[in-house]
Every structure is written in C-alpha cells, then in structure tokens.
Nanobody, 124 residues
Framework: QVHLVESGGGLVQTGGSLRLSCAAS????????MGWFRQAPGKDREYVGD????????YYADSVKGRFTISRDNAKKMIYLQMNGLKPEDTAVYYC?????????????????WGQGTQVTVSS
C-alpha cells in the first residue's frame, strides 16, 4: 500500500524557517519524480516545486525560488522542503506527491500519489 506522509509543519514568524519532510513507502521510490504543492484556504492547489528521481535537478515556482529548496534521500525514501524567509502568503497546507513524469514538466493531474498534507502557518 502506498503511503506519503508529510511532517514538519507548524507556526512560524515572518522571516523564519521550516523544514518539511515526506516519507514514502509502498512504491519504487527511485522510479518517481517527487513534487511539493500547497493549498491555501479558498484557493486552488498550487505547485511549489519538484525534484527528479535522482535528486540531481529541482524546479521551483517563481513565488518560492531562492527561498525554498527541495532535496531527496533515496536510501531513506524521503524528500524534504527547506523553507527559508517565510512570508504570510506561504501559509497553506503543504503536500508531497509522486509522479513518473519528468521533473519540471509534470502537470498536477499527472501525479499518481499524494500525501495528506501538513499545515504551515506564517504569522505577520
């Protein structure tokens, strides 16, 4: 059974940092690109970034570029989202997802598996 479990969310002040983790199980992790998405109340789920199966290449939405970093550890079947310089507009539920597509070129509907999400709240 496939599981993606996010952790590391919480409440942080503007300018602070958080590191989200996503633990994967039940599928061949190294066959999948992995993505991070977020959804704020009343808004559509939006792309944050994704990373190739090797971990060698990562892509980011313009809104987080330079502040967020995605990494993965294939031995541990984990991906991470390091978030620095957090802003109130980063407040959302953050989701990890898995796709067999090519990182940087994957539409939201091409993700096969999704986690349940972890809440990130940035206070002003």
């Amino acid at each position: 059974q496939v599981h993606l479990v996010e952790s590391g969310g919480g409440l942080v002040q503007t300018g602070g940092s958080l590191r989200l983790s996503c633990a994967a199980s039940g599928f061949t992790f190294t066959s999948y690109a992995m993505g991070w998405f977020r959804q704020a109340p009343g808004k559509d789920r939006e792309y944050v970034g994704d990373i190739s199966w090797t971990g060698g290449t990562a892509y980011y939405a313009d809104s987080v570029k330079g502040r967020f970093t995605i990494s993965r550890d294939n031995a541990k079947k984990m991906i991470y989202l390091q978030m620095n310089g957090l802003k109130p507009e980063d407040t959302a539920v953050y989701y990890c997802a898995a796709s067999q597509g090519v990182a940087g070129h994957i539409g939201i509907y091409e993700y096969d598996y999704w986690g349940q999400g972890t809440q990130v709240t940035v206070s002003s």
